[in-house]
């Protein structure tokens, strides 16, 4: 950010301009956040690839099977077998249930669906069934809660166990999972950050700022992205908007960490704190810029996803950021500034104070490295090449029913039972159309596929097409219900002029994990092209970008590995979901580059005026106290995705905040640094700073001598 710029941002007068701005935003803004919620859109099609095949078929079935039924299970158990008045009573309550809001159809119970041969008592007698159909358009997620907890009512005995199963159980229970995601988890992750602002600033008032600002970029972000939702398309679910509350209030708060610091360092330069700002600004607003585009960009990126799930949480991410960008480089100086130095208290920078990063931890770590550069990243980089082993470990290829929670949620229970007791989840059908003049055929072709239970009567769908259903024997999520998937699809592709899809519950989750698997192979060369070119414009090199991205991508790998010999001996975790190592690799790269950013684009600065080997030890002792302060930031933000009982958020969560201390440990300050102590001014080329008549030697002899932190001229 040019000086002058910067300088009118924190003027005397136009700083309050900026306060009056963002409080007229968070004003407007806020009321909208707050009803972000009731915009999500957590029904499959939001998730579904637009091109796959369960995509199609629930198309072309549109007219014939409402796409918005939610097959819902009532599972009745008595230990020693269900009496005459249980079953008689479970009827009466069948009856009841029809007139519940929501439901639709005929509500079968387990004597009707045992005439029809559906299964609804099991052999010993101990289970019966009834099944209800839900629907409640395209607001289902939202409003099954309150069905659920009706039917729970209802279906009450004494002495018998009452689990709610099937399609709708399992939508209830998710609903649960993300209860009170829009307040609880932020909540939370505001808690887990002033603890750590407090023991970073040692200062009962500075903290307050970094936080304001965070909960008016929430705030404003979540405004944006409910208004673009509503009016606009844009697609939101509750997976999205907890990684948004994290992501804005983490990524916040990193570059609070970061303007804080340089804002101290010229405090004790300038007299003026207006003129100190300005300085701070010009100074770390471009690696805060850099930082904020890398994830944006990043972020954007998952654009290119065929899961409309993943395609929509990167544009809601990218606005997150930019918003939290905006805030951070002027709404927070403004704060800085109005307040004054005295919201340092009780260590106040004075002028001509002494700058604690020359003696800190951090310098000294670079005076260890220094007489032994090559030894030393050699050394931590093959221990972060060992720890990438983890990784063979990883079975990301999805999570059944029972394994996709950290707690085991009724409709769990429910499965479990029907398992025990001989029944089928008759929720879960495949669901296939073909060609009406081929349809006997495929009904014969059905009746061959292990795992499909009897195909029922064919109904038409438009003028030529035919509809067939068949149940399948397994949890709609499992591997085993996949190989039934493949298994039928093969069967009815075979039909010659049948033009057979087949589609439905586990036919959509099959889906999903070939495009994830698909989203994988394609978005993660995308996102390190992207980062790469963002760094060659930043630091203006080639050698330097190559060196950070072949360092973060090391970093992800021995995180994942790391992490995946966590959820396997720790956790206990039964695999992962297919989209998790992209998530993973997105965060992790997008925020694991912040850290060498921040660093880096301090050791150019340095190294125009100390040469690019004094330069580092330089830059390392001044942002390795504000560098690691952030990382732990963001790893504990990320971790409290950990307190939401869904595997695939905890174990993200756990992935990111592993990997981003090992950035900001390891990686930036051991591995980064001693290549730079290495290489030397090479780093640069092609561009001739630090090299050729350009070349500034300033090494000190002696490793050990104080390092200089005199400011690059502006």
């Not at 009016?231 to 209030?249: M, P």
């Not at 060196?547 to 590995?561: D, E």
């Not at 051991?670 to 500034?696: C, E, F, K, M």
């Amino acid at each position: 950010m040019h000086l002058q710029i910067a300088g009118r941002l924190t003027g005397r007068v136009t700083k309050w301009l900026v306060l009056l701005a963002w409080i007229a935003a968070f004003a407007v803004l806020g009321s909208l956040s707050a009803k972000l919620a009731d915009v999500q859109d957590n029904e499959a099609s939001s998730w579904l690839p637009a091109s796959a095949e369960s995509t199609l078929v629930s198309e072309e079935l549109a007219d014939t099977v409402d796409p918005n039924d939610i097959p819902t299970l009532v599972v009745y158990q008595r230990d020693g077998g269900l009496t005459d008045a249980d079953l008689a009573a479970v009827a009466a309550q069948a009856e009841q249930m029809a007139s519940v809001e929501g439901v639709t159809g005929e509500v079968v119970d387990p004597a009707t669906a045992a005439a029809a041969g559906l299964g609804g008592m099991s052999e010993d007698g101990e289970v019966a069934v009834t099944t209800v159909v839900l629907n409640f358009g395209a607001d289902g997620w939202n409003a099954i809660p309150d069905a659920a907890e009706e039917l729970r009512g209802i279906a009450t005995i004494d002495g018998v166990t009452v689990h709610l199963a099937g399609y709708g159980g399992q939508a209830a229970d998710s609903a649960e999972a993300f209860e009170g995601i829009d307040t609880d988890l932020v909540l939370i992750t505001f808690a887990v950050v002033i603890v750590i602002l407090l023991l970073t600033y040692r200062s009962p008032v500075l903290w307050i700022l970094p936080i304001l600002s965070a909960a008016v970029a929430y705030t404003v972000s979540g405004g944006v992205v409910y208004l673009l939702a509503k009016h606009a398309g844009l697609t939101v679910n509750g997976q999205s908007q907890a990684i948004l509350g994290i992501l804005v209030i983490g990524a916040g708060t990193d570059y609070a960490l970061l303007l804080v610091a340089r804002y101290r360092e010229e405090l004790r330069r300038h007299d003026d704190r207006h003129e100190a700002m300005a300085y701070a600004l010009h100074r770390a607003a471009p690696a805060i810029l850099a930082s904020a585009a890398t994830v944006v960009v990043g972020m954007l990126c998952l654009v290119f996803a065929e899961l409309n799930s993943t395609a929509g949480l990167g544009p809601v991410l990218a606005i997150g950021v930019g918003i939290t960008f905006l805030v951070m480089v002027t709404l927070l100086p403004a704060l800085l500034v109005v307040t004054g130095r005295w919201v340092f208290w009780p260590k106040r920078p004075t002028l001509g104070s002494h700058e604690p990063g020359t003696t800190g931890l951090w310098a000294r770590v670079g005076r260890a490295i220094a007489p032994r550069p090559r030894r030393v990243w050699v050394v931590t980089a093959t221990l972060l090449a060992i720890a990438c082993l983890g990784v063979l470990r990883l079975d990301a290829s999805g999570l059944s029913t029972e394994d996709t929670y950290t707690k085991e949620f009724d409709s769990i229970k429910g499965q479990k039972v029907l398992v025990e007791h001989g029944l089928v989840d008759s929720s879960n059908t495949a669901q296939v159309v073909a060609d009406a003049d081929e349809v006997d055929a495929v009904v014969a072709a059905l009746g061959r596929v292990d795992g499909l239970g009897r195909p029922a009567d064919p109904r038409p769908v438009g003028e030529d097409r035919a509809f067939v259903e068949a149940t399948i024997d397994e949890d709609i999520s499992s591997a085993a219900a996949f190989d039934v998937v493949e298994a039928t699809r093969a069967a009815v592709h075979g039909v010659d002029g049948a033009e057979a899809m087949v589609g439905g519950g586990s036919a959509f989750y099959l889906d999903t994990k070939v495009a994830s698997n698909r989203d994988n192979r394609v978005i993660i060369p995308i996102v390190l092209v992207v980062v790469f070119l963002i760094l060659v414009g930043l630091l203006r090199a080639f050698v330097a970008p190559l060196i950070l991205m072949a360092t973060v991508v090391l970093s992800f790998g021995a995180a994942l590995g790391i992490s995946t010999m966590l959820f396997v001996h720790v956790f206990g975790f039964a695999g992962a979901d297919p989209g998790f190592p992209l998530f993973a690799f997105v965060f992790l790269v997008a925020l694991g580059i912040d850290y060498n950013i921040f660093l880096m684009t301090r050791v150019r600065e340095e190294s125009a005026v100390h040469g690019t080997w004094r330069g580092s030890l330089v830059a390392l002792g001044s942002t390795g106290g504000v560098i690691t302060s952030a990382g732990l930031v963001l790893a504990a933000t990320f971790l409290v995705l950990a307190t939401i009982p869904f595997v695939f958020l905890a174990e993200l969560g756990v992935a990111v905040a592993l990997g981003v201390l090992l950035d900001t440990m390891v990686v930036r300050s051991v591995l980064v640094t001693a290549v730079n102590l290495d290489l030397g001014g090479r780093i640069w080329w092609p561009s001739s700073l630090d090299r050729g008549a350009h070349q500034v030697v300033t090494a000190p002899t002696d490793p050990a001598a104080p390092v200089d932190s005199a400011p690059a001229p502006v």
